[in-house]
């Protein structure tokens, strides 16, 4: 059984006679589960005007699905809007961010063109979000979008970063051209790229790490944040920097939904006032531990090092036959020096000619040296296939020296992936920045991440994950941890399942792409195998506050799951937000909300307007210049209209900040 499927969402159609139309709202096209997220985080959580396009026939990714693109964005949004009224009804409605808002408009194409694309009100519209899976359909499309309308804010899906950045520079380029004389902000907000991969690899990366340490990066800086035990009786933990967050108190519980909606007030509290931490007992926290200075990008580490050992040129066969040559020739220089007055060079100098047959025959010579050189000649017999054999080898290695490396014998301590495309090869690369060993597991032979596997001397196993012995050949017995990361639900639960029989102490993270689904596997594996960390992860629940914050014109520098919720870290202007401009830092908290981390000292001309990127590093070598965050903020320092702030906030609080601020300033 489906279940009930809610209607579809009142789509308001082409404008009415007599009826303005309507402006200001947001366009979100694309033809996975990242878009209907993406269309749920506008009109949800920031309380925007959303039209959906999507086009017809069922998801690509979910073939198996008989619900359609347009049935399942109308099941998500029937979803979250009965979770809204149950919000209201509860006594919340006066936060409730989406009265007076109409319900998503669901379009269907299948292309973007200039038609549709007008019909969907791209002239009038406050932001476009491209986020096909296809690189040359977004870019297509905002290339298409940017004629239409220059004063547009694009944001654009793009798995290739360099294409990107020559995108987002001609795409602005195109909007300073049309808009003489516009703020070089506006402008810096204009068009932004992003890729999913990106975004969700460091938070899967991070499931394989022990301790689940989380890094974001801010001019230079980098925050380390990491998840804490409950402290035993009578022990007093570090509080580290602040607390960001309180975990669920049905972590150690096998039937506890660990994050999920239905966990209640035991779920999991991000940002807590420091009254809610102390009053807490039994429960981890995530804690900012450290701030550290980012060291120079450097590129991912080749496992085994730049050339192949000698146990993959020769065999082990023909390694311990030339052992046995070199042992018979050894015994010959032996025996010919216990039966002759030679020296021990002579003797073997003349052993070596005997078993390469370039001396004469010792016709006259004694019995002994005779039969010394007849035994030479039978060794060099055996001498003439072993040197073929060991040039043939050395051959078929040189020949397969840049295809695949297999995972080598007594490994152990490493991570298995599975799947090579967008997302697993994102993490395989952040995996090798951390020098984290991996065994690689794919299926096609022509995946996007094998050449960056065969470059990189990974470890990999072709095959159907879900055949016999694949894992096997991964070394899944002596592995650390599993990320099984295909883009197929059931292959990576078929993997997991199995990985956990042959190794029940596994850590598993396995992506899925809906929610409900991964509560229930989550929830099933906890109890069958409570002494072992389990995480469910879904790319597009951790990439879609990036690309809704971008849609509403601001930077995100990172993003750090909660168990089954999300943190953001975001860079503000102080100025037109009241709840910060004017207020000390301890007033500006706002417990379950946001929280101010750093201020940036720069002053406004001199600022970087990309907190998230290093600083140039002088060519010289030089020291690194200072950076201009202020992290150890007294807690009453008054922010400032001028000042920059770091945040981390949870994605209603950001939504809250960015609403408040639109009713402050003035629509132009």
């Known amino acids: 059984m489906l279940g009930f499927v809610p209607p579809l969402p009142q789509q308001p159609g082409r404008p009415q006679p007599g009826r303005p139309p309507a402006t200001g709202h947001m366009i979100v096209c694309g033809d996975d589960a990242l878009a209907r997220r993406l269309a749920v985080e506008l009109r949800f959580v920031y309380g925007e005007r959303v039209t959906l396009l999507l086009p017809p026939g069922r998801d690509a990714n979910s073939p198996e699905t008989p619900l359609t693109q347009r049935g399942r964005a109308a099941a998500l949004f029937g979803r979250m809007s009965a979770a809204m009224n149950r919000t209201a009804a509860a006594g919340n409605g006066g936060n409730d961010t989406n009265a007076g808002v109409e319900a998503v408009r ?136 602040c607390t960001l967050a309180l975990l669920s108190s049905t972590t150690n519980d096998p039937a506890g939904a660990e994050g999920s909606d239905s966990s209640g ?145 007594g490994l152990s301590g490493h991570v298995v992936l599975l799947g090579l495309g967008k997302i697993g090869t994102r993490v395989l690369v952040r995996l090798r920045e951390l020098d984290i060993p991996v065994v690689v597991v794919e299926e096609d032979p022509d995946a996007r991440g094998i050449p960056l596997a065969r470059s990189m001397h990974v470890p990999t196993v072709l095959g159907d994950v879900t055949q016999e012995g694949v894992l096997e050949a991964a070394k899944i017995r002596r592995a650390h941890a599993l990320l099984a990361l295909t883009s197929i639900d059931t292959t990576n639960l078929e993997a997991t399942l199995y990985a956990r029989s042959v190794k029940p102490d596994l850590r598993v993270a396995l992506r899925l792409y809906d929610d409900e689904f991964a509560t229930a596997v989550y929830r099933t594996l906890r109890t069958a195998h409570p002494q072992a960390l389990t995480r469910s992860r879904s790319v597009s629940h951790l990439a879609a506050p990036s690309f809704a914050v971008a849609m509403m014109g601001r930077q995100i520098l990172g993003a750090v799951p909660v168990e089954r919720k999300v943190m953001l870290f975001a860079a503000l202007e102080v100025a037109g937000h009241p709840q910060l401009e004017g207020r000390t830092v301890q007033q500006a908290f706002q417990a379950s909300s946001w929280r101010v981390l750093a201020i940036d000292a720069t002053p406004p001309a001199d600022r970087n307007p990309d907190l998230a990127a290093l600083p140039p590093y002088p060519p010289d070598g030089g020291a690194q210049p200072p950076s201009g965050l202020v992290w150890d903020l007294h807690p009453g320092y008054v922010l400032r209209a001028q000042d920059r702030v770091v945040i981390a906030a949870t994605r209603r609080g950001l939504a809250e900040l960015l609403r408040r601020q639109r009713s402050v300033l003035p629509r132009q």
């Open 265 to 409: 007030d035991e779920g999991p509290e991000l940002l807590p006032s420091e009254e809610t931490v102390a009053a807490a007992e039994g429960r981890g926290t995530v804690v900012l531990e450290a701030i550290s200075r980012a060291a120079p990008d450097r590129p991912a580490t080749r496992m085994g090092g730049r050339g192949a050992p000698l146990s993959q040129v020769f065999s082990r066969r023909l390694r311990w036959s030339a052992l046995g040559v070199a042992l018979a020739a050894l015994s010959l220089v032996v025996a010919s020096l216990l039966t002759t007055e030679d020296t021990a060079v002579h003797s073997t100098y003349l052993t070596l000619l005997d078993l390469l047959g370039m001396n004469d025959p010792a016709e006259e010579a004694p019995a002994a040296r005779q039969i010394i050189q007849l035994l030479s000649g039978i060794a060099g017999l055996l001498l003439l296939p072993l040197l073929i054999a060991a040039v043939l080898e050395a051959f078929g290695t040189l020949r397969t020296a840049s295809s695949l490396r297999r995972p080598p014998r």
């Open 106 to 241: 669901i379009m269907e194409a299948p292309e973007p063109s200039d038609d549709v694309l007008e019909e969907a009100g791209v002239d009038r519209a406050a932001a476009l979000a491209l986020v096909y899976d296809d690189d040359e359909r977004n870019i297509r499309a905002a290339l298409t979008a940017r004629r239409l309308n220059p004063r547009l804010r694009l944001v654009i899906r793009l798995y290739n970063r360099k294409l990107g950045q020559h995108l987002e520079e001609l795409l602005d380029q195109a909007a300073a051209v049309a808009m003489p004389g516009i703020d070089p902000a506006l402008l810096d907000a204009s068009t932004t790229v992003l890729s999913d991969a990106d975004t969700a690899a460091p938070a899967l990366a991070a499931t394989a790490l022990t301790g689940s340490s989380k890094i974001i990066q801010a001019e230079g800086l980098l925050l380390r944040a990491a998840e804490r035990p409950p402290p035993r009786p009578g022990e007093t933990l570090d509080p580290g920097l």
